[in-house]
């Protein structure tokens, strides 16, 4: 008897030694495991790894509790080029994740039910895919998840309006989430100034017959902006800031009519400018391609330049 009571007292604090460990020792290692696989190959330069718990509690990417806990991760904007990792469920006190406008696909793993405190999980704008996992209903339950604007399809009606499933991209899957970043020689790239035989680019959707090219330059203006405003949004940090101003984007559309090389050229700061950038490398994904610039009857490489200008109203 005196035996098994020892045996028993031991399993328990060996237990509670261990929990005690993970808990202290493990969340900064498993964090820089999240970030690198959300981050991916050509993921967000900026974004370290982090020594210390206190460290990455002065991340503007994370946030803690007063006891130093690792409660929310904000990475809306942040260029994320990889996909959502399994152990993120090992952030035992995850209250939220941010994780909106970016490139992240694959898709949601099992297991998030076992974050207790996770109350948002906000995934929209990213080329995320089914199957949904097995225990979301679950999760559901307890949790405010928004998979808007991502490449889901066939999802059962009644789960598209509560997990927030609505206007999916490229639902006609007529072209790839390879195709957002392309990486080609470009080589020499023109600068066109509209002489005669001469002709920019233009965003697609303006082809009909009977207009002259002046009228198709401002149809097809027209059409670039309502793609802009439709889809552009303010980031949560500039808008807490009080932060506007104009950010520049820079990009190459090629013979074919695809972009490349997009760059952010002027950045007003608040995640502005890669705001931006996503907007102009969701254009790479839809389905009408640009309309090439001409030089002398040929189709030819053209670099283009395009401001967007974010202003908060009463501010």
């Not at 970030?35 to 982090?50: A, C, M, P, R, V």
């Not at 927030?164 to 007529?174: P, S, T, V, Y």
């Amino acid at each position: 008897m005196e035996f098994k009571l020892k045996l028993i007292l031991s399993l328990n604090l060996l237990m509670f030694c261990v929990v005690i460990s993970y808990t202290q020792t493990d969340q900064v290692v498993i964090l820089n495991d999240v970030i690198s696989t959300l981050k991916g190959e050509q993921g967000n330069e900026d974004i370290k790894s982090f020594s210390t718990l206190k460290e990455a509690c002065k991340s503007k990417y994370i946030t803690c509790d007063r006891k130093g806990r690792i409660e929310g991760l904000d990475f809306q904007f942040a260029n994320l080029n990889g996909h959502i990792p399994e152990n993120i469920n090992q952030l035992v006190d995850l209250e939220y994740a941010n994780l909106t406008f970016n490139y992240l696909d694959g898709t949601i793993p099992n297991g998030l039910t076992k974050l207790p405190d996770l109350e948002e999980l906000s995934l929209s704008g990213n080329f995320l895919e089914g199957p949904l996992p097995s225990d979301i209903r679950m999760l559901n339950k307890k949790v405010d998840i928004d998979l808007s604007q991502n490449t889901f399809k066939k999802v059962d009606p009644r789960w598209a309006k509560k997990l927030n499933i609505k206007n999916q991209f490229n639902l006609e899957g007529c072209r790839s989430p390879d195709s957002i970043f392309l990486v080609v020689d470009i080589g020499k790239v023109k600068k066109l100034e509209i002489l005669d035989g001469e002709s920019m680019p233009r965003f697609s959707g303006c082809e009909k017959g009977g207009l002259s090219e002046e009228e198709r330059l401002s149809c097809s203006k027209n059409k670039m902006l309502h793609f802009i405003f439709r889809n552009l949004k303010y980031p949560n940090e500039a808008r807490e800031e009080g932060l506007q101003g104009m950010a520049i984007i820079q990009f190459v559309v090629l013979e074919n009519g695809d972009i490349s090389d997009a760059v952010i050229k002027r950045d007003p700061g608040g995640r502005c400018g890669n705001a931006a950038l996503w907007v102009i490398n969701r254009m790479n994904y839809i389905c009408n391609k640009w309309i090439p610039g001409t030089q002398g009857g040929n189709d030819v490489k053209v670099e283009y330049v395009l401001p967007v200008q974010f202003s908060l109203r009463n501010h």
